[in-house]
T-cell receptor
Framework: NAGVTQTPKFRILKIGQSMTLQCTQD?????MYWYRQDPGMGLKLIYY???????DKGEVPNGYNVSRSTTEDFPLRLELAAPSQTSVYFC?????????FGQGTRLTVV | AQSVTQPDIHITVSEGASLELRCNYS??????LFWYVQSPGQGLQLLLK??????LVQGIKGFEAEFKRSQSSFNLRKPSVHWSDAAEYFC???????????FGTGTRLQVFP
């Protein structure tokens, strides 16, 4: 089983550039999430979705956008990248019994 | 507001010793509680969860956790630690009893041979 797949694994962006972090899951989960992980801070929820066409903000949504056109895919868009967005990003999906996480995308903004 | 506190940033134990990682939560009702483990460079793996019922829950890899409402705690335990248990451990509460997780800051476990 592939589970939750994130691409790319690593990326370096210049300030002001934009990019999309891809996330796909093959477990037919309705719920999907994006978190960012910073050293010593745990993980913070950026956006989440309860099903195709429905998204909502989490704790730290500024500077990000999401869409959910299918059950499987939940891309995260960074517009005008800033150094504060340097982080490790995790996508997760769940069935209301505990979330399954992808392997993460390590993003550096320089 | 819901929150999770993991008071120990770093714990070191000898292989074969017992382990207890502390977790305290702040939540008005009975919370959904989780423990996750993260190996270096990896994603998070669910160790165990508590929703209701028996307050002692068993998880994977020989871990267990006990929900104590009176102490607002959900401590993770293992009777005998293996070198492969070295990792970072995160306690989390499900916001509004969902899988929208509020994480603690994590405890890094180091295991000495």
């Amino acid at each position: 089983n592939a589970g939750v797949t994130q691409t790319p694994k690593f990326r370096i962006l210049k300030i002001g550039q934009s990019m999309t972090l891809q996330c796909t899951q093959d477990m037919n989960h309705n719920y999907m999430y994006w978190y960012r992980q910073d050293p010593g801070m745990g993980l913070k929820l950026i956006y989440y979705s309860v099903g195709a066409g429905i998204t909502d903000k989490g704790e730290v949504p500024n500077g990000y956008n999401v869409s959910r056109s299918t059950t499987e895919d939940f891309p995260l868009r960074l517009e005008l990248a800033a150094p504060s967005q340097t982080s490790v990003y995790f996508c997760a999906s769940s069935y209301q019994g505990g979330a399954f996480f992808g392997q993460g995308t390590r993003l550096t903004v320089v | 507001a819901q929150s999770v506190t993991q008071p120990d940033i770093h714990i070191t134990v000898s292989e074969g010793a017992s382990l207890e990682l502390r977790c305290n939560y702040s939540y008005g009702a009975t919370p959904y509680l989780f423990w996750y483990v993260q190996s270096p460079g990896q994603g998070l793996q669910l160790l165990l969860k508590y929703f209701s019922g028996d307050t002692l829950v068993q998880g994977i890899k020989g871990f267990e956790a006990e929900f104590k409402r009176s102490q607002s705690s959900f401590n993770l335990r293992k009777p005998s630690v293996h070198w492969s248990d070295a990792a970072e451990y995160f306690c989390a509460v499900g916001a509004d009893n969902t899988d929208k997780l509020i994480f603690g800051t994590g405890t890094r476990l180091q295991v000495f041979p």
